[in-house]
């Protein structure tokens, strides 16, 4: 079940379940995903695209994305993303992964590759 949530409370469950990333310093919205017994089993962070480039005022940024492992909770939570910055007056919705990632869960939201980029360092 898609719901809201503090950004507070969505850095903390970042900082808990997030694999290799800490919280970002801050966001935009924050959405939860939640069992039908209010268990917090995901969350997704939306925020100012990192890239000064994309940083239009119509764009915005998946900034991060957790979740406990629930099956669909990914792809749940990046749907509800688009439509929460679509319903905000944003035009486009970009997020990265990581090239070793399969991006089954973005595929399954809708969302479509648009560029390969190299890792940077570190």
């Known amino acids: 079940m898609i719901s809201p949530v503090t950004i507070r409370t969505a850095r903390a469950f970042v900082?808990?379940?997030h694999?290799?990333?800490g919280p970002p310093?801050?966001?935009k919205f924050a959405i939860a995903v939640q069992t039908?017994?209010?268990t917090l089993v995901g969350v997704v962070l939306v925020?100012?695209?990192v890239a000064r480039a994309f940083d239009d005022g119509r764009t915005a940024e998946v900034t991060r994305l957790?979740?406990?492992g629930t099956p669909n909770a990914c792809s749940a939570l990046l749907g509800a993303a688009w439509r929460g910055a679509r319903a905000m007056g944003y035009c486009?919705?970009?997020t990265y992964t990581r090239a070793d990632e399969p991006g089954t869960s973005l595929c399954a939201a809708g969302?479509?590759?648009v560029a390969d980029r190299a890792p940077r360092a570190g």
């Open 19 to 21: 694999r290799r990333l």
């Open 111 to 113: 969302y479509r590759r």
């Open 36 to 38: 039908t017994d209010g």
């Open 92 to 94: 486009r919705l970009i």
């Open 15 to 17: 900082a808990w379940a």
């Open 66 to 68: 957790a979740t406990d």
């Open 25 to 27: 310093p801050g966001a």
């Open 47 to 49: 925020g100012r695209p």
